[in-house]
T-cell receptor, first 114, second 115 residues
Framework: GENVEQHPSTLSVQEGDSAVIKCTYSDSASNYFPWYKQELGKRPQLIIDIRSNVGEKKDQRIAVTLNKTAKHFSLHITETQPEDSAVYFCAASNRYSSASKIIFGSGTRLSIRP | EPEVTQTPSHQVTQMGQEVILRCVPISNHLYFYWYRQILGQKVEFLVSFYNNEISEKSEIFDDQFSVERPDGSNFTLKIRSTKLEDSAMYFC?????????????FGPGTRLTVT
């Protein structure tokens, strides 16, 4: 069935350093890849997304890359700050399927060390 | 900015009882979803709903679960006879006016505790 694998499960980086989270997906029909940030007890918040016709997208300190052939996609956070500490989820969806569900990865707990 | 709302924020119930979780999606959205997140785990898809019927449901969404859009604004998830393992955060989501609009807007969640 559809599955999204995410690594690492925990990540600790020094403030100012970069963080990279990697995901793979199984469903070839997936063409929309959102990334969510979730703080404790809160809803998942969309921070960036990428569609399958694009290989890379950047928004300030956050960038995502997508390799459709390998079914890999990654999140890169540069110049990390304490407020980046949270759980990050990658996800995949088929945006051309009506009422398309989102399949989430297992999450990465990111801690920024001051 | 319009938001998805959910009530209650926290529901405590005894095993075997029925619960109804309520959601008010964004007003012009057409596609509605329920997800759940067991504490410390990933967000899992339960069900999608469009045009007053279920579009897709996961294996989790068994006969104990049902969804309804009783009026033009509310979208509800009912669990008929709760089990301990139903304890989780339940998120409602909605998305826009066409199938190609992908971003799903999540509500703040209802924390369900089954004792």
């Amino acid at each position: 069935g559809e599955n999204v694998e995410q690594h690492p499960s925990t990540l600790s980086v020094q403030e100012g350093d970069s963080a990279v989270i990697k995901c793979t997906y199984s469903d070839s029909a997936s063409n929309y890849f959102p990334w969510y940030k979730q703080e404790l007890g809160k809803r998942p918040q969309l921070i960036i997304d990428i569609r399958s016709n694009v290989g890379e997208k950047k928004d300030q300190r956050i960038a995502v890359t997508l390799n459709k052939t390998a079914k890999h996609f990654s999140l890169h956070i540069t110049e990390t700050q304490p407020e980046d500490s949270a759980v990050y989820f990658c996800a995949a969806s088929n945006r051309y399927s009506s009422a398309s569900k989102i399949i989430f990865g297992s999450g990465t707990r990111l801690s920024i060390r001051p | 900015e319009p938001e998805v709302t959910q009530t209650p924020s926290h529901q405590v119930t005894q095993m075997g009882q029925e619960v109804i979780l309520r959601c008010v999606p964004i007003s012009n959205h057409l596609y509605f979803y329920w997800y759940r997140q067991i504490l410390g785990q990933k967000v899992e898809f339960l069900v999608s709903f469009y045009n007053n019927e279920i579009s897709e449901k996961s294996e989790i969404f068994d006969d104990q679960f049902s969804v309804e859009r009783p009026d033009g604004s509310n979208f509800t998830l009912k669990i008929r006879s709760t089990k301990l393992e139903d304890s989780a955060m339940y998120f409602c989501a909605s998305t826009g006016t066409s199938g190609s609009s992908s971003e799903q807007y999540f509500g703040p969640g209802t924390r369900l505790t089954v004792t």
